[in-house]
């Protein structure tokens, strides 16, 4: 099989800090991993497609500034919520691409801003 | 513009009963479609994609490119049908991102 882990799973933090969510593909390497984020009673929202070795690129209104993505290895991508306020509270998913159509999701992380 | 569209919400059924979701596409290439299914507090998954024509626990889905459709059909729904189902095309000219609809919760009634 091909499984996609996510740490932490859920995390609370006060408004203004840092938190930094993990994607990691365990038994494939991922060249693109993508980053989704799910508001309650809604579908999913691509934020950014994180490319190993380059800069991610982040759709229409996502503040590149704000969520940091680095895709340091074949393995390893990670999110970066800076300066978090709580209207960034969300689940965050993060999906892996073993090859071209075959997606492989994480199992989410929830972001709680206070 | 590319769009997915799944107009129910919310689907509820009877156990034993034939189930259909509905998914239409707006896609100016070839697309390539696929059902992904969230249960309870479980991660995503994928649960078919069209390209690959296979039945995933009793679950169907045709590609109609006529009606721009790619429902999911299953003539006998059980009880742990029950989840979150997402009709997605992919991007082929951009990475292969998908493009979610907005899910339909189905609900088998015992």
């Known amino acids: 099989g091909a499984v996609v882990s996510q740490h932490p799973s859920w995390v609370i933090c006060k408004s203004g800090t840092s938190v930094k969510i993990e994607c990691r593909s365990l038994d494939f390497q991922a060249t693109t991993m993508f980053w989704y984020r799910q508001f309650p009673k809604q579908s999913l929202m691509l934020m950014a497609t994180?490319?190993?070795?380059?800069?991610?690129?982040?759709e229409q209104g996502v503040e590149k500034d704000k969520f940091l993505i680095n895709h340091a290895s074949l393995t390893l991508s990670t999110l970066t919520v800076t300066s978090a306020h709580p209207e960034d509270s969300s689940f965050y998913i993060c999906?892996?691409?073993?090859?071209?159509?075959?997606?492989?999701f994480g199992p989410g992380t929830r972001l709680t801003v206070t | 513009a590319q769009r997915v569209t799944q107009p129910e919400k919310l689907l509820s059924v009877f156990k034993g009963a034939p189930v259909e979701l509905k998914c239409n596409y707006s896609?100016?290439?070839?697309?390539?479609l696929f059902w992904y299914v969230q249960y309870s507090r479980q991660r995503l998954q994928l649960l078919l994609r069209h390209i690959s024509r296979e039945s995933i626990k009793g679950f169907t889905a045709d590609l109609n490119k006529g009606e721009t459709s790619f429902h999911l059909k299953k003539p006998f729904a059980q009880e742990e049908d029950s989840a979150m189902y997402y009709c997605?095309?992919?991007?082929?000219?951009?990475?292969?991102?998908?493009?979610w609809g907005a899910g339909t919760k189905l609900i088998i009634k015992p």
């Open positions: 999906s892996a691409e073993k090859s071209s159509y075959e997606q492989y």
């Open positions: 994180s490319n190993e070795g380059s800069k991610a690129t982040y």
């Open positions: 997605a095309l992919t991007r082929v000219d951009s990475n292969y991102q998908l493009i």
């Open positions: 896609y100016s290439g070839s697309p390539e």
